[in-house]
T-cell receptor
Framework: DVKVTQSSRYLVKRTGEKVFLECVQD?????MFWYRQDPGLGLRLIYF???????EKGDIPEGYSVSREKKERFSLILESASTNQTSMYLC?????????????FGPGTRLTVL | KQEVTQIPAALSVPEGENLVLNCSFT??????LQWFRQDPGKGLTSLLL?????REQTSGRLNASLDKSSGRSTLYIAASQPGDSATYLC????????????FGQGTELSVKP
């Protein structure tokens, strides 16, 4: 079974702190994704990556950056956390972008910025 | 710009009932459509994936249909159980978008014993 793990289930940080959210997948997937999920807004794509050291902006990249130094690991970075970044963050991975592909999701990290 | 809408936003049914969840999308040029389940405070679990060339997919008590031309998909759940209570999300992927998914806002289902 595919396993996608996220470093923390719950995280509390202060405004202005630098925050790292880590995601690891164990199935040698090429693609990895970071979403945030907010009530009334649904899931929105922040960044995604096709391969090591490759990254593409999603729909809401402002205030975030990403790093993918190894194929299995995709990190989301909040350079200076703000209260409007309080949210549920979900990581996903997929083998290839195509007709038959599906995305596998991690359990999520609920981030609170005070 | 692709938009995905799910109706209703919430649904409550008694145990044993058959039910239908609806999903609509504005751009019919999709690669595939997926249905996910999300339990409170958890990640998403993929239920069914329908390729753009297919009309339906089945898994156990679940059946998903796709009508690309009208921009609609339905998820049919037969003989609902309290364990089916969750939020159900549909998502589409499009050509040349690198597998990026566009999600609806979900239908929150409650099955009462």
């Amino acid at each position: 079974d595919v396993k996608v793990t996220q470093s923390s289930r719950y995280l509390v940080k202060r405004t202005g702190e630098k925050v790292f959210l880590e995601c690891v997948q164990d199935m040698d997937h090429e693609n990895m994704f970071w979403y945030r999920q907010d009530p009334g807004l649904g899931l929105r794509l922040i960044y995604f990556s096709y391969d090591v050291k490759m990254k593409e902006k999603g729909d809401i990249p402002e205030g975030y950056s990403v790093s993918r130094e190894k194929k299995e690991r995709f990190s989301l970075i909040l350079e200076s956390a703000s209260t409007n970044q309080t949210s549920m963050y979900l990581c996903a991975s997929s083998f290839e972008a195509g007709v038959k592909d599906t995305q596998y999701f991690g359990p999520g990290t609920r981030l609170t910025v005070l | 710009k692709q938009e995905v809408t799910q109706i209703p936003a919430a649904l409550s049914v008694p145990e044993g009932e058959n039910l239908v969840l609806n999903c609509s999308f504005t751009d019919s040029a999709i690669y595939n459509l997926q249905w996910f389940r999300q339990d409170p405070g958890k990640g998403l679990t993929s239920l069914l994936l329908i390729q753009s060339s297919q009309r339906e997919q089945t898994s156990g008590r679940l059946n998903a249909s796709l009508d690309k031309s009208s921009g609609r998909s339905t998820l049919y759940i037969a003989a609902s159980q309290p364990g089916d209570s969750a939020t159900y999300l549909c998502a589409v992927s499009q050509h040349n978008q690198g597998g990026k998914l566009i999600f609806g806002q979900g239908t929150e289902l409650s099955v009462k014993p």
